[in-house]
C-alpha cells in the first residue's frame, strides 16, 4: 500500500498528495508514472497540493532520493504548490522550495483548505 496516495483530477490538471507514514521509493515511482502520461497526453498540469498533518519522513536513504528525482524531473511542469498543514515545519517549505523550485510555493493552514485549492487552480500567483 502507498503512503504517497495521490489524485490527479483530469480537467483542472491538479495533483494533490497526501503523504501518510515514511516514503517509499515506489511511492514516487507511481507518481511519476501517472503525471508524465497526464502530460504526454496532452494535459497541463495546474498545481500541486500538499496535503498532511505533518511531513512523515523517507523510509530509507533511497526514498529520499526518489524524492529529489521527482522534484527536478517534475518541479518545471508544475506551475504552484500548496501546501495544507499545521506542521510548524511544513510552514517553512515556500522560503526553502523557493531555492531550489520554479513553481510558486505557498503554506496553508489546514482550516484554509479550500482557500489552498483554489488558489492553485486560479490564474494568480
Same mark, same amino acid.
Do not use: C
Given at each position: 500500500?502507498?503512503?504517497?496516495?495521490? !489524485?490527479? !483530477? /483530469?480537467?483542472?490538471? %491538479?495533483?494533490? #498528495?497526501?503523504?501518510?507514514? $515514511?516514503?517509499?521509493?515506489?511511492?514516487?515511482? *507511481?507518481? =511519476?508514472?501517472?503525471?508524465?502520461?497526464?502530460?504526454?497526453?496532452?494535459?497541463? @498540469?495546474?498545481? %500541486? #497540493?500538499?496535503?498532511?498533518?505533518?511531513?512523515?519522513?523517507? !523510509?530509507?536513504?533511497?526514498?529520499? @532520493?526518489?524524492? +529529489? /528525482?521527482?522534484?527536478?524531473?517534475?518541479?518545471?511542469?508544475? $506551475?504552484? +504548490? &500548496?501546501?495544507? =498543514?499545521? !506542521? /510548524?515545519?511544513?510552514?517553512?517549505?515556500?522560503?526553502?522550495?523557493?531555492?531550489?523550485?520554479? *513553481?510558486? +510555493?505557498?503554506?496553508?493552514?489546514?482550516?484554509?483548505?479550500?482557500?489552498?485549492? &483554489?488558489? +492553485?487552480?486560479?490564474?494568480?500567483?
Amino acid at each position: 500500500m502507498s503512503k504517497l496516495p495521490f !489524485d490527479l !483530477d /483530469r480537467e483542472t490538471g %491538479l495533483i494533490r #498528495v497526501f503523504p501518510q507514514g $515514511p516514503l517509499e521509493e515506489d511511492d514516487f515511482s *507511481a507518481l =511519476s508514472e501517472e503525471v508524465e502520461a497526464f502530460v504526454d497526453g496532452g494535459g497541463a @498540469l495546474r498545481g %500541486l #497540493v500538499i496535503d498532511t498533518e505533518h511531513f512523515p519522513g523517507w !523510509d530509507d536513504f533511497g526514498a529520499f @532520493l526518489a524524492h +529529489v /528525482r521527482f522534484i527536478r524531473e517534475h518541479h518545471r511542469m508544475i $506551475p504552484k +504548490v &500548496a501546501v495544507i =498543514s499545521d !506542521d /510548524r515545519l511544513l510552514s517553512t517549505m515556500p522560503g526553502i522550495a523557493d531555492h531550489f523550485v520554479s *513553481a510558486t +510555493v505557498r503554506h496553508f493552514p489546514a482550516a484554509e483548505r479550500e482557500n489552498a485549492l &483554489a488558489w +492553485v487552480v486560479s490564474r494568480e500567483d
